[in-house]
């Protein structure tokens, strides 16, 4: 009965949600083609989730922080800044449409990021008094239980666990965070953070000081000629990342406003354990257009270490099983570095040095593909970053060596005859033997090397209501790599993408996606050729809030894989989510249903969600079943916030969910996520 009631509900959601559509930005732009794009996503989730939590006033926004915001282009920001600058401070956020070039779509993602303050207001003045006054402060915390045994936490007997020791968990299942944030105005931020995954011990065990993982953080921004002070953990990029993009994200091909990059430094909110720095850092205005920037961070790391070499770098932060601890802190890291950069009004240049050492020597296992993976102790890179702004036109790029004299360059060209259309062109050439350990660019290796490729991407909403982004990589690799036992091999990633907001609150959307990238293959006789892997994708998404208390969101999919033709795999879903409350009463419920069905795990599928706060919310699904999940949160004055995520995964295909020691036995896998948060 249960069944037949949730598919209905799928139905009847999908039905009715395609006539009508709004999302936030998070929501329209989810775009996860493979596992390790997660990891950037949730980065950037977080990331933006704070800034909708903590707004800019748009009547003292900065260009800085409008380029936090991934949507806005450069001449979108310059507009937004001369509006404000022409007509005043605003009153109303619909004044946004008075923007030159401002569509529906961009003012509704933009509404999320800002409110309407004074444009001069006595207490964003710094002074201690103001600072003790008129801070904000908050603490959050999550519980997650989940209701299905896994292997992991199983009852063995000491014989079991003597032969096989990672056979179970040291700890509980729950996992749990806590974090702590103060803030004044946009110059004093503090912040504390304390995590245990599932499966690790609490106050117990190795664990005797509660939390497996404490991140902390003071950030100091704009003190006078003291742009950013930073102490404890902290992000960090300059240039386009050929050199350092430690813990920011790099967006998709997808997004056109690339060539703005090199935030600087930033502090370093999230509960991951693995892209950060750990120092100090600052950067100071030494003249006019000159900042001058320089850091340290010393870092314990978890990696695989076997006779004084260091096989691999760990860096999912889980401390479970016996394996983990072996490699739990077994390396250290110095890394230290500066930056010079200029900001003119129509040229901009940087120059980035790093260096850091290993307390061991690097030096991976031997495999056919990584020949030129970073080997040795100690590694430095100098890298040279400009931007040139020729009336229509942005000239940007980055070239970058390693201490072996080898070279990564990345150049772009941006072409923008109205504030409604922008073209760009960018080329990157990575060496095959370019070493960077902590540089992050645009690109189609996971790796900062052994990559050359041409990119052409358009964006326009020249049709007023319509929307349209396209591009094509075309890109080659000149040695193998994994699972790719050839050397040169090329490749095609492309997207077509039509969006449609008549209205603040109606948006539609359909996208194809295809990507051809070389992969090996081991026919029926087992001979492994090396064949075309082609991924095609089509999605179709809508969604419409008649009002300010009832949105409703419906998305399909269809995939496609297969090597050259051959062992083809289809899958897809259908998806809807109603969110809704009740006017003055500060409840919020949503609602999603899932089905899907795939042929395998080639045809895998990747589902958004609404989650918690800073919980970002998407899951991969292969095989045949439904999914449903439900949210509520209450809100009491802005002072006291209690939200509550109810999930349930059913399985047509399989009486086993997971492999090793995240095997469910059953079809059926739930959980609950709780989260409370308090604001004085």
Not at 265 to 273: L, N
Not at 331 to 348: I, P, Q, R
Not at 463 to 479: A, E, I, R, V
């Amino acid at each position: 009965m249960l069944k037949r009631l949730f598919i209905c509900c799928i139905i009847g959601c999908y039905v009715l949600t395609p006539l009508f559509a709004q999302s936030d930005w998070l929501e329209w732009n989810e775009d996860i083609t493979a596992s390790e794009e997660l990891e950037d996503w949730r980065e950037k989730y977080e990331e933006l989730s704070e800034i909708a939590e903590h707004p800019f006033n748009i009547n003292t926004i900065t260009k800085e922080e409008l380029e936090q915001l991934p949507f806005l282009s450069d001449k979108m920001i310059e507009n937004i800044l001369y509006y404000i600058y022409k007509y005043g401070p605003m009153l109303t956020k619909n004044e946004l449409l008075g923007v030159e070039g401002m569509d529906w779509q961009t003012r509704k993602f933009l509404t999320d990021f800002i409110y309407i303050g004074p444009s001069d207001n006595e207490k964003d003045k710094f002074s201690w008094r103001n600072l003790w006054k008129y801070n904000k402060q908050e603490l959050l915390t999550r519980l997650d239980i989940p209701f299905n045994m896994k292997a992991g936490y199983a009852d063995y007997d000491k014989e079991t666990l003597a032969e096989s020791p990672n056979k179970r968990y040291y700890g509980s299942p729950f996992y749990h965070n806590v974090r702590y944030r103060f803030q004044y105005n946009k110059q004093v931020y503090v912040g504390l953070t304390a995590e245990k995954d599932a499966g690790e011990p609490f106050f117990s065990q190795y664990n005797r000081k509660g939390y497996d993982s404490y991140s902390g953080y003071l950030f100091l921004s704009n003190l006078k000629k003291l742009k950013a002070l930073t102490i404890g953990n902290f992000k960090a990029n300059f240039g386009y990342g050929l050199v350092l993009n430690i813990g920011s994200f790099t967006l998709g091909k997808g997004m056109i406003n690339r060539n703005r990059f090199g935030q600087g430094f930033m502090k370093y909110t999230s509960v991951g354990e693995g892209e950060f720095l750990q120092g100090i850092g600052a950067t100071y205005q030494v003249a006019k257009r000159w900042q001058a920037s320089a850091f340290y961070s010393f870092r314990k790391q978890d990696a695989r270490v076997e006779n004084e070499f260091i096989r691999s770098l760990k860096t999912d932060g889980y401390h479970r099983l016996k394996k983990d601890m072996e490699k739990k802190h077994t390396v250290s890291n110095h890394l230290t570095g500066c930056n010079l950069t200029y900001n003119g009004k129509f040229t901009e240049f940087g120059l980035t040095a790093v260096y850091n050492r290993f307390n061991k020597v690097l030096n991976p296992d031997a495999r056919a593909y990584n020949l030129y993976y970073p080997r040795g102790n100690y590694f430095y890179n100098v890298g040279v970053n400009y931007k040139f702004f020729l009336h229509r036109f942005t000239l940007s790029g980055e070239t970058a060596m390693d201490k072996a004299g080898r070279i990564a360059t990345l150049n772009a060209i941006s072409y923008q005859p109205s504030v409604n259309i922008n073209l760009l062109f960018i080329h990157r050439y990575y060496d095959k033997r370019y070493q960077s350990l902590y540089g992050n660019a645009f690109g189609e290796n996971s790796k900062l090397q052994n990559e050359t490729g041409t990119y052409l991407g358009l964006e326009t909403s020249f049709l007023g209501k319509f929307k349209l982004l396209c591009y094509g990589d075309f890109f080659h690799f000149f040695y193998r790599r994994y699972q790719v036992d050839r050397d040169h091999t090329s490749g095609f990633d492309g997207l077509f993408q039509l969006s449609y907001s008549p209205s603040n609150s109606l948006s539609m959307l359909i996208k194809y996606a295809y990507k051809n990238k070389a992969k090996n293959y081991t026919s029926s006789d087992e001979v492994k050729f090396v064949l075309p892997y082609v991924r095609q994708r089509l999605r179709y998404q809508c969604s419409y809030a008649p009002n300010a208390y009832l949105s409703l969101k419906g998305t399909g999919e269809g995939v496609m894989t297969s090597y050259n033709g051959r062992e083809k795999s289809k899958g897809g879903y259908v998806s809807s989510t109603v969110k809704g409350s009740i006017p003055n009463i500060p409840i919020q419920a949503s609602i999603t249903g899932t089905w899907f069905h795939t042929q395998d795990y080639n045809s895998r599928i990747y589902v958004y969600e609404p989650g918690l706060l800073y919980a970002f919310s998407m899951n991969s699904f292969y095989g045949k079943g439904t999914r449903m999940a439900i949210n509520l949160k209450y809100t009491w004055e802005n002072r006291f916030m209690i939200q509550a995520k109810w999930g349930w995964t059913h399985y047509q295909d399989r009486n086993r969910i997971g492999t090793d020691t995240e095997e469910i036995q059953g079809s059926d896998k739930a959980d609950l996520q709780v989260q409370v948060r308090v604001k004085w």
